[in-house]
Nanobody
Framework: QVQLQESGPGLVKPSQTLSLTCTVS??????????WDWIRQLPGKGLEWIGA???????FYSPFLKSRASIARDTSKNQFILRLTSVTPEDTAVYYC????????WGQGTQVTVSS
């Protein structure tokens, strides 16, 4: 059974860097043909794809967030990490880590609020 769990601060100040970690169990972040994504849901809006890292460690980003987002992985801990720089209140959202061949596995989501 594959499980994903997000962790990180629930409150971030504007202009700071948001860092979220997704811990994976039941599968490896190097599993062939799997990808590991970060997706968020802004208040009152639909889901927004942020980016992904594949099993070879290649990263992909939304063009709207590419300048501020980075995704890395720690294979020794079976984790993948999102960093989002220069956050504003508009980055307030529920952030999900997602994995699998076709977005098969979802974390429960973590609320992040950007506020001074």
């Amino acid at each position: 059974q594959v499980q994903l769990q997000e962790s990180g601060p629930g409150l971030v100040k504007p202009s700071q860097t948001l860092s979220l970690t997704c811990t994976v169990s039941g599968a490896s972040v190097t599993t062939t043909d799997y990808a590991w994504d970060w997706i968020r849901q802004l208040p009152g809006k639909g889901l927004e794809w942020i980016g992904a890292i594949n099993t070879r460690g290649v990263t992909f980003y939304s063009p709207f967030l590419k300048s501020r987002a980075s995704i890395a992985r720690d294979t020794s801990k079976n984790q993948f990490i999102l960093r989002l720089t220069s956050v504003t209140p508009e980055d307030t959202a529920v952030y999900y880590c997602v994995g699998g061949a076709e977005y098969d596995y979802w974390g429960q989501g973590t609320q992040v609020t950007v506020s001074s």
